[in-house]
């Protein structure tokens, strides 16, 4: 009993907010968005901790422009969410799901080691088939910067996700405009990214090897 009120009593204790209080929805055009919502997990450096070093991170190459290299960063991938090693991240799928209207299914993690790990400009092309579809991704550690510019050229944006924050990318932002996570070399400390990936929005067409 009293173990059990620590637990929920405690300033630390891992939780989210079923509510999005913090949410700021900001259009980045007539068509797409991105929302903002800090805070939005409290005691999320326990989550951290847990998924450092639960999940199977593994470090892939990547063919660009013919050129193959070693991303920089490792990744992992859960196509379904009864294996994943934490309930928290059940729990946080559920909360996704109820709130954006989007049945969250799978799990897709970046651990970028420190500043010198990044993530160049893309779309999510694989997990996002349809025309519009919303993207939540959740940050537990190290503040990074996390960009946005239009397909078409002009300015970036940039956000700092803090961790336990969360940027939720909807509309046709995946159609019209990429993403990234640029270097930072004067971080020193890791930061795990949580993609929620839905296979409604990636449409049936799905194959194992792609993302
Ligand atoms: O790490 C992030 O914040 C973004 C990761 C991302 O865009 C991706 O894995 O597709
Ligand atoms: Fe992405």
Sequence with gaps: ???????????????????????????????????????????????????????????????????????????????????????????????????????????????????DDSTGWHRDRFSCRKPECIVPVLTLGATRRFQLKPRAGGPSLSFAPNSGDLIVMGGRCQQDWVHGVPKWPEVIEPRISLNFQSSMQAGRQRKLAER
Excluded at 21 to 44: F, H, I, K, Q
Excluded at 89 to 99: E, I, N
């Design 1 to 115: 009993m009293r173990q059990q009120e620590d637990l929920f009593s405690s300033p630390g204790a891992l939780a989210i907010d079923p509510t999005f209080a913090s949410a700021r929805r900001t259009a980045l055009d007539a068509t797409s968005w991105v929302e903002l919502v800090p805070g939005w997990m409290s005691g999320s450096e326990c989550l951290f901790d847990a998924l450092a070093t639960a999940v199977p991170w593994s470090q892939h190459y990547r063919t660009l422009f013919e050129q193959r290299f070693l991303e920089p960063r490792l990744t992992a991938e859960y196509r379904s969410l009864q294996r994943v090693p934490h309930d928290m991240l059940t729990a946080a799928a559920a909360a996704l799901s109820k709130h954006y209207g989007v049945e969250y299914d799978s799990l897709w993690l970046n651990l970028y080691r420190n500043g």
